[in-house]
């Protein structure tokens, strides 16, 4: 399975929610591990599991046991990408909502959820993965609920709240922020809403440009599939690695893909078997040689490479230094 990742608008967008609720963000950000270099960088997606650093940082530095929620109230409108030219190009909201939630990977892969309409409730289930953190669902509803009320010009009105963590803010804040009702401990989350606004007609929908943007959306997320292959073949390096056995086609067979499908699908995404193979074993050697004192024997075997000779040449072409160098000048400055 590949990593689950969230798209960088998410980072830029907590960063902009801490600033206006007068958060330290740069001191959150460093205790998390984040650099703000990340913010600017759009080509690149964070590692899900970071959230769970970003969000203990949050709740530590600001001693609120609740920041996801208040941070939520906090967020700026969800603007400029495909996703909101989806809902603003389809006739009806509810066009809109169904369209978008195809294409949910391109916000997060912690964020799902299912249209569930029945004769007298209408509601989103499984808003967030199961994983996610109660900081995270809260933040993301809170966001998701200021976006659809833009879009419907304030006819979209949460009518109640129903999620599975069974601690949670006072009700009072929960009505402050959300504007509903919240019941804790429930056996799936659920955001009911006003039936009638799925009807709510688009003012600004058009024919022509809802073609163009689901094919963007269509093009983002193929996009977001090569970079899974991507971290596929990286992560069965990592687990063939020591056995020396690496090889596109060793690689192909233990994904099962065809040889020669992997290596055109690794084309399309810009890269190759061979760079893949370099950049990982790249990394992991100078990790091996900055912070550890395992043997360059050793390391030549974890690297998989067969002969030590083969080694040398490969790091001196790397990193235009020997492996003695590079140990002998970072284990220096650590």
């Known amino acids: ?59 530590e530095i600001t001693r609120d046991p609740h920041v996801g929620l208040h941070l939520g ?3 700026p409108l969800y603007r400029g ?11 009806t909201f509810g066009e809109g909502l169904k369209r978008a939630m195809n294409f949910h990977r391109l916000l997060s892969d912690a964020v799902m959820g299912e249209l569930v309409i029945e004769d007298d409730a209408c509601y989103l289930s499984t808003l967030t993965d199961r994983r996610a953190s109660r900081h995270f ?42 504007g509903c009702n919240v019941t804790l401990g429930c056996s799936e989350y659920r955001m009911y809403f ?6 709510y007609r688009i003012w600004q929908s058009e024919p022509r440009l809802l073609r163009l943007h689901e094919q963007i959306a269509q093009e983002q997320l193929a996009e977001l599939q090569r970079f899974d292959l991507v971290s596929e073949v990286k992560r069965a390096i990592g687990e063939m690695l020591e056995s020396g056995d690496i090889s596109l086609e060793s690689i ?22 061979n760079q893949i193979l370099a950049d990982y074993r790249s990394r992991l050697a100078r990790r091996l040689l900055a912070r550890t004192g395992e043997p360059i024997e050793q390391i030549v075997y974890l690297t998989g490479f067969s002969e030590p000779s083969t080694f040398y040449r490969a790091f001196k072409r790397w990193t235009n230094e020997t492996p003695v160098e590079y140990r002998k000048r970072n284990q220096l400055q650590a």
């Open 1 to 59: 399975m590949a990593e689950r990742t969230d798209s960088h608008i998410f980072l830029r967008l907590a960063y902009q929610a801490m600033l206006n609720a007068g958060m330290p963000a740069e001191a959150i950000l460093a205790k998390a591990g984040v650099a703000l270099s990340r913010l600017d960088d759009s080509h690149t997606r964070t590692p899900n599991a970071a959230q769970s650093f970003f969000w203990q940082a949050a709740e």
């Open 73 to 75: 109230e906090h967020v």
């Open 81 to 91: 990408q495909v996703l909101e030219y989806l809902f603003t190009s389809s006739p």
């Open 137 to 178: 669902t809260e933040c993301f509803a809170a966001g998701m609920i200021t976006f659809f009320r833009f879009v419907t010009d304030d006819h979209f009105k949460v009518l109640a709240i129903h999620t599975e963590h069974s601690e949670g803010a006072a009700p009072a804040e929960y009505m402050r922020i959300y």
């Open 194 to 199: 006003n039936k009638e606004v799925l009807d």
């Open 252 to 273: 192909a067979k233990r994904l099962e893909i065809p040889p020669r499908r992997l290596r055109s699908q690794l084309a399309e995404a810009n890269t190759s078997f």
